[in-house]
């Protein structure tokens, strides 16, 4: 089932819409049905052969809709670089979807710059795309930015005596970290746009508990994690397409409220029809979002200005 029972989505032709690590998992799905709804979809992939892969079997069942080019968040040049890239061919973006994201890698693992991976790539690096791509944003109409989270920001914790933990490494409690990292920076940038007058909709979405590639990928094949899906499943968890169902309901909710949370809406939020989620109300913080904003500044070296 590609959309959930009595789901339509409105007809996307003329959208532009950016999702990062569209080549798989929930963010090919996502891919897939915003382009069959009429969008033109950029698949922000940091493998060329997997993203051109992804595209091509889009094409298939949406022709010419999807588009490849490459972006690995774990290097600011490259992020720079898309960015250049996508200005230069695109004018306005109507939808960016901060997708991309590994989970708990058994070793504290860094980013050409030094910052801890999943700090550095699921937060870091989004928060610097959308900042490059802050003027593409307003020049659209009606402009919506995602970030993906987790029900695992429940645990999390900003640590800011220690963001890139150094002083103790957890591939959990860093991955917990980085997806409350994603909510705060969705609330904060809701509010900024507030104040500016952006007009940008700041909204967040995670999939539940979904069939993808980020366990191996993370904490590997043969961990605990993996075996306790495996033995778990099809109780506690649904097929990548159903995970992406959050994401399609926040990219085109009519009714959308600023900094709103897409998730599922069954048992523990796991699996099940789309709606609105439960937010911690630490990912609400003020001051934890304007410090957490200011420190992403100062790591990037980039702020959001708005072009003259
Ligand atoms: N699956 C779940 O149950 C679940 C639950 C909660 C939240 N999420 C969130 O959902 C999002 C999508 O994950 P998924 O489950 O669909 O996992 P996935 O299948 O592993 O997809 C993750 C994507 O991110 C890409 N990526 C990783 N590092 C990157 C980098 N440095 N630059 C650019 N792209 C990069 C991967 O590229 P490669 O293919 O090249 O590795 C892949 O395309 C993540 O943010 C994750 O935290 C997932």
Same mark, same amino acid.
């Given at each position: ?7 339509? !989505?409105?007809?996307? &032709? ?8 569209? &080549?798989?998992?929930?963010? *090919? ?5 915003? =382009? ?35 972006? %690995?968040?774990?290097? *600011?040049?490259?992020?720079? /670089?898309?960015?250049?890239? *996508? ?5 306005? !973006? ?17 980013? +050409?710059? $030094? ?5 550095? @790539? ?6 610097? !795309? ?8 307003? %020049? =659209? ?20 005596? %220690? ?12 991955? =917990? ?10 609330? /904060? ?6 104040? $500016? ?5 700041? !909204?967040?979405?995670?999939? $539940? ?5 980020? @366990? ?23 097929? =990548? ?11 085109? %909710? ?27 109300? +630490? ?5 934890? $979002? ?19």
């Amino acid at each position: 089932m590609s959309l959930w029972p009595g789901a339509h !989505l409105p007809n996307l &032709n003329g959208k532009i819409a950016i999702i990062t690590g569209a &080549n798989s998992g929930i963010g *090919f799905y996502s891919a897939l049905e915003l =382009a069959r709804a009429g969008a033109t979809v950029i698949l922000a992939c940091r493998n060329t052969q997997k993203g051109e892969k992804a595209a091509a079997l889009i094409n298939e069942k949406a022709p010419d809709r999807a588009i490849f080019m490459p972006l %690995d968040l774990a290097d *600011f040049a490259a992020v720079h /670089e898309f960015a250049g890239n *996508f200005k230069e061919r695109y004018g306005a !973006l109507d939808l960016l979807i901060n997708n991309a994201g590994i989970m708990a890698p058994p070793q504290r693992l860094l980013t +050409a710059q $030094g910052l801890e991976l999943q700090f550095g @790539v699921n937060f870091i690096g989004h928060f610097l !795309l959308t900042a490059l791509l802050l003027t593409p944003l307003l %020049d =659209a109409r009606a402009p919506r930015v995602i970030q993906l989270s987790s029900v695992a920001h429940r645990r999390g914790r900003i640590d800011f005596a %220690d963001l890139q933990s150094v002083r103790a490494y957890r591939g959990w409690t860093a991955y =917990a970290q980085s997806k409350l990292a994603m909510l705060v920076f969705a609330q /904060e940038l809701a509010r900024r746009a507030d104040a $500016g007058g952006w007009g940008i909709l700041s !909204l967040a979405a995670h999939p $539940g508990v979904a069939a993808t590639e980020l @366990v191996a990928n993370g904490p590997g094949p043969a961990s605990a994690m993996a075996w306790l899906l495996k033995l778990a499943s099809p109780l506690v968890r649904q097929s =990548a397409t159903a995970g992406a169902w959050p994401i399609l309901l926040a990219a085109t %909710d009519p009714y959308a409220q600023p900094g709103a949370y897409y998730g599922p809406q069954g048992l523990f939020e796991f699996r099940g029809r789309p709606g609105i989620a439960k937010i911690e109300p +630490a990912a609400f913080n003020l001051q934890t $979002g304007a410090q957490l904003w200011e420190e992403a500044e100062r790591l990037t070296g980039e702020s959001f200005k708005p072009a003259p």
